[in-house]
């Protein structure tokens, strides 16, 4: 197996959403804001390669939204998913999995393009199965209105008629391994409905996608919980279980959002669960 990181793109988003109730004197401390109090924010995907399958976790916003709706979200750098993939040697057409996390826009726009006429929609990878639970996606194609903004039809409602559309088989359980792309996958229900988080298993390691559990470094203490999410207090709940869970085993928690951040292990302390190490994806995956 070879793990492969991905950049689909930079963007900023409101620092006070992206912290909720935390004041701002505190997270500015990690995630430093701008004079419009923006603060940086990566679309980092995960490639896997093993055997005959090549995995894509995530896609970012693609490009195929207007330049008034791009203009919310301050796009910055050179960093695109073709570039990207292109680098590691591959094609969007190579790609014969696509597994989403969930399917806020910045999450799945990238697995739905424009078609050549501009007439309609298309899958960016048409090699691919796209891979969504079924709870998660009734979730998304009726979205409450907390949630509509993130939801945008035209990123859901062509995978499904395109027929590459695919659901996770699971269970009740909150935990499990999937045989249909061979690493677990962790239900979460604080951001959204269903979030799924992948735990890889590589070389002695294991590699958790973190998704939008933990954005960054500066999301670590509990109470750093976004403005984003429907049901904060869960993810009170679910992010400590998570966080010692990864202390005692040792997990690398591969951070999608953190700009600067690419993969971080974390340790018990007196204060909680807090950062151990920081590495780049070419410190753990070469």
Request: with cysteine; hydrophobic share 40%; glycine share 8%.
């Given at each position: 197996?070879?793990?492969?990181?991905?950049?689909?793109?930079?963007?900023?988003?409101?620092?006070?959403?992206?912290?909720?109730?935390?004041?701002?004197?505190?997270?500015?401390?990690?995630?430093?804001?701008?004079?419009?109090?923006?603060?940086?924010?990566?679309?980092?995907?995960?490639?896997?390669?093993?055997?005959?399958?090549?995995?894509?976790?995530?896609?970012?916003?693609?490009?195929?939204?207007?330049?008034?709706?791009?203009?919310?979200?301050?796009?910055?750098?050179?960093?695109?998913?073709?570039?990207?993939?292109?680098?590691?040697?591959?094609?969007?057409?190579?790609?014969?999995?696509?597994?989403?996390?969930?399917?806020?826009?910045?999450?799945?726009?990238?697995?739905?393009?424009?078609?050549?006429?501009?007439?309609?929609?298309?899958?960016?990878?048409?090699?691919?199965?796209?891979?969504?639970?079924?709870?998660?996606?009734?979730?998304?194609?009726?979205?409450?209105?907390?949630?509509?903004?993130?939801?945008?039809?035209?990123?859901?409602?062509?995978?499904?008629?395109?027929?590459?559309?695919?659901?996770?088989?699971?269970?009740?359980?909150?935990?499990?391994?999937?045989?249909?792309?061979?690493?677990?996958?962790?239900?979460?229900?604080?951001?959204?409905?269903?979030?799924?988080?992948?735990?890889?298993?590589?070389?002695?390691?294991?590699?958790?996608?973190?998704?939008?559990?933990?954005?960054?470094?500066?999301?670590?203490?509990?109470?750093?919980?976004?403005?984003?999410?429907?049901?904060?207090?869960?993810?009170?709940?679910?992010?400590?279980?998570?966080?010692?869970?990864a202390a005692t085993h040792g997990w690398y928690l591969f951070l999608e959002h953190d700009a600067h951040?690419?993969?971080?292990?974390?340790?018990?302390?007196?204060?909680?669960?807090?950062?151990?190490?920081?590495?780049?994806?070419?410190?753990?995956?070469?």
């Open positions: 197996m070879n793990l492969h990181p991905i950049k689909a793109g930079n963007f900023k988003l409101d620092g006070g959403a992206m912290f909720g109730v935390v004041p701002k004197t505190l997270w500015q401390k990690t995630n430093p804001a701008d004079n419009n109090n923006l603060i940086d924010i990566a679309a980092r995907c995960l490639l896997i390669e093993n055997g005959d399958k090549l995995i894509l976790i995530d896609s970012g916003m693609g490009d195929k939204q207007s330049e008034k709706f791009f203009g919310y979200y301050s796009l910055w750098g050179d960093d695109n998913l073709d570039a990207s993939l292109k680098a590691k040697g591959f094609h969007r057409d190579d790609i014969t999995d696509v597994f989403i996390t969930h399917l806020h826009f910045d999450h799945c726009g990238g697995v739905v393009q424009w078609n050549d006429s501009r007439t309609g929609y298309e899958l960016a990878f048409k090699n691919a199965k796209i891979w969504s639970n079924k709870e998660h996606w009734q979730w998304a194609v009726a979205p409450n209105a907390r949630e509509k903004a993130s939801f945008l039809k035209e990123n859901i409602l062509p995978i499904e008629e395109s027929g590459h559309l695919n659901f996770i088989s699971r269970t009740d359980a909150t935990f499990q391994k999937t045989s249909e792309l061979g690493f677990g996958v962790l239900f979460a229900n604080g951001h959204t409905e269903k979030q799924m988080l992948p735990h890889i298993a590589y070389k002695d390691k294991t590699i958790v996608f973190m998704a939008d559990l933990l954005p960054t470094v500066g999301h670590i203490p509990l109470p750093y919980v976004m403005g984003y999410d429907t049901r904060p207090l869960l993810t009170l709940d679910e992010k400590k279980l998570f966080l010692e869970n951040n690419e993969i971080i292990t974390v340790q018990h302390t007196e204060k909680g669960v807090r950062l151990k190490e920081i590495f780049t994806c070419n410190d753990i995956f070469n």
